[in-house]
Structure formats: structure tokens, C-alpha cells
């Protein structure tokens, strides 16, 4: 499976973005997308997931109520909607694909890896 992250960029606090993120080849094999993140001189950071098969989500605190994900599976393309942006949202962010079909906000138990695509917020 590859991954294809995109929508990055630069936006003020209390702004928005959109990232996406394609997968291609054996995306049956991507049962679980989710977004991970890390900023400068942190550990990389569980963000979202969402399942192919029940379309169940899940968030980590710090986004629950900001952030939505969401896929396409026709597309094979997940997505994180993010809004009301703060500068502590700054970061690298990655999109995965678990193989398994239990979601996991352990990053080694993702399979497949996208490069990631830079969030700047500004306050």
C-alpha cells in the first residue's frame, strides 16, 4: 500500500484545513486509516483513526470536537477536516494504514506509512 498525504500548509488560529490522503495498490489491505502527527522535539502522536468496515472513528482528546476524519472508500482516500486550529496543532503530519481490522493508536501497529505534510498555525 502507498500513501499519499496532501493539504498542509500555513493558517492562522481558529482556522481551517483539510488534509487528504490517498492509498493505492492493496488498499484491502488498509482496514484501518488513521493520522498521526508530531511536532519539533516530540514523540509522534496518535491523532485519528477510522475503520473501512464499520466507519467507526476515533480521536484523541486534544482534537475530539475539532477535528473529523473521514474516508472515501470508492476513492481509497481518507480525510482529516481540521478546525478552530491552535498553534499547539502545529506539526508533521502522517497518515497510516493498519492491516488489522481493530483500530489501534499504537503507531507500530500501523503497516503502511505516508510521508507527511507540514501543518503550520499561527497565533
Known amino acids: 500500500v502507498q500513501l499519499q498525504a496532501s493539504g498542509g500548509g500555513l493558517v492562522q488560529a481558529g482556522g481551517s484545513l483539510r488534509l487528504s490522503c490517498a492509498a493505492s495498490g492493496r488498499t484491502f489491505s488498509s482496514a484501518i486509516m488513521g493520522w498521526f502527527r508530531q511536532a519539533p522535539g516530540k514523540e509522534r502522536e496518535f491523532v485519528a483513526a477510522?475503520?473501512?468496515?464499520?466507519?467507526?472513528?476515533y480521536y484523541a482528546d486534544s482534537v475530539k470536537g475539532r477535528f473529523t476524519i473521514s474516508r472515501d472508500n470508492a476513492k481509497n482516500t481518507v480525510y482529516l477536516q481540521m478546525n478552530n486550529l491552535k498553534p499547539e496543532d502545529t506539526a508533521l503530519y502522517y497518515c497510516?494504514?493498519?492491516?488489522?481490522?481493530?483500530?489501534?493508536?499504537?503507531?507500530?501497529?500501523?503497516?503502511?506509512w505516508g510521508q507527511g505534510t507540514q501543518v503550520t498555525v499561527s497565533s
Open positions: 497510516a494504514a493498519r492491516a488489522g481490522t481493530n483500530w489501534s493508536l499504537r503507531e507500530y501497529r500501523y503497516d503502511y
Open positions: 477510522t475503520s473501512r468496515f464499520t466507519g467507526s472513528t
